[in-house]
């Protein structure tokens, strides 16, 4: 959610910042900037809309210089105009600051500068009202030192550090912050010289020979260093050429690790694909075998998931599970939901992370907390580990960005190994989230009653997915005709039962996600219950019914929606094909498969429907409206 570039070197920044913002694009696309001081002015370009239209701007009129910053936005405060575009600058018009997160106490820190002196803003940001602070408190550290000088030692004097001062106001500014923020700064009157922080809003460092980077995200940098050093919350850090320094907002000294970003340059490029969100549903055949890769034990019919940080005893008393998370990640979680209490028998609570965070949840001293995030930076789900800690119980990550907020937060957990996902519609992280459900029911099955050929089943039915997603994937052409045939449906209706209600429910939110259409989702025994009501010639109902126990409680929810002349559109499998052959109007079948792993193989075709009918609604697939991926602020 917003995106931050930085560039200090010796080449000229812009180009380098302007691709890096072309890849944080999918962070937020409301209106984007730079800022690179050319001698000793700031020359900044900056408009509401997409990249490209920064681009134009930009190649009009080229800003020149070795250091700057950029940041492409997902407004919070101020609508997306040029005025409230990043960068913004202090009341010196020297000192510019790109800023994601939100400054809740912006209002009585603007009334205490307004009381200080006479200032313009010239947005509706909390963002410019830190860089007149910061701005400010480095003016007034200058005036103190340049008086010094004039006191009689002008001459002797140590020279201005001024690199030293402007971080030093950066410190004592955020201080006086609440909330969050990550931010990168520059200043005209110190050259070669980026100022970054973070609290709440991710920051990495990129680390190259004689050039230095700042980025919200390293996807953002991949392609010019793959060293990088996430930074910690609270952490302030100085950036030269070829040298850097972290420190704390307290001030003290910072220690840091020096890391291999996991991913390369070619990883995040869209090959052949018209959009992202469809090389990334046609990756999940790799990234669901990642995500297992290693974790399965076909001796011990178990799943190894070592960095749990768990010993046996305490895997095997665990009385009660909490899954939490947002959006997609939160309906992985209600897959795990059922499935740990299938394979397990430990009762399992799914909890929105932005519910969990501000309740009080019943908890039990056996409780164990999984904090399910892809970008590992959510801040309702962060909000929820924190409280979970904080209460005292084990809290574990499962993730897909290494090093993320969540992963180093958390007791222990699980990486998703699913591989950057840039489509701003989750896919290929939910098919790796409930791989990994899967396993730890597993694992917790077979530290209770689960038996050893129980366990090769679900092993054996986890190894033939990546072969059998394939297999469903060669439907994209014949889902494509479905979706063109209803192009003018008003929405959609989904149902599922079991394993499939939340398949139901993702698949309503990646409809309305991409394509804007009326979607939802509901278990299918709720539709006598009120949903019927909705159901006319016009709106389609999309049953999840794969080849199961619950097949013919599917059916005669298909004849009911039938006999009231509303259309269906059958995902199914094996026998179910045939059974539905007069019933329902469409029929994706899709390789039959056990309970606990057919929820993986139902969601793939309703990513293609929800991507083929955006696609023939003229949508923009990879940048849908008013989203944006990673979503850190409340
Ligand atoms: C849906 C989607 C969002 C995210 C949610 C959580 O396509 O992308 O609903 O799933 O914002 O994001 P993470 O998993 O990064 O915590």
Redesign the pocket.
Known sequence: MCGIVGYVGRSEAAPILLDGLRRLEYRGYDSAGVAIVDGDKVETRKCAGRIAALGKLMAEKPPSGTFGISHTRWATHGKPTDQNAHPHFDASGKLALVHNGVIENYQALKDQLMRDGDRKFSSETDTEVLAHLIGKLYDDSIAEATAQDSNGNATNAPPLNQRGLLVDAVRAALRQVIGTYGIALVHSDVPDFLVGARRGSPLVLGVGKEENFLASDVSAIVAYTRDAVYLNDFDVVAVERDKFEISSVAGEAGSYQLSKVEFSDADIKKGDYPHYMLKEIFEQPGSVRDAMRGRLSSEECTAKLGGLNMSPAQLRDVGRVVLT?????LHAAMVGEYLIEALAQIPTEVEFASEFRHRNTPMTRDTLVFA???????AD?LGALRESRRKGYRTLGICNNVASTIARESDGGVYMHAGPEIG???TK?FTAQVTIMTAIGLLLGRMRHLSTSEGTRIIDALNALPTQIEEVLKLSDEIKAIAKKYANAPGMLFFGRQFHFPIALEAA??MK?ITYLFAEGHPSAELKHGIIALVRPELPSVFIAPDDAVFSKNLNNIEQVRARKGPVIAVTSGAGADRLAKIADDIITIPTAPDYVSPILTVIPLQLLAYHLAVELGRDVDKPRNLA???TVE
């Open positions: 998370g947002c959006g997609t990640a399910i995030s892809q970008s590992g930076e959510t789900t701003v519609a989750a992280s939110l990646k996600e991926k990673s979503v």
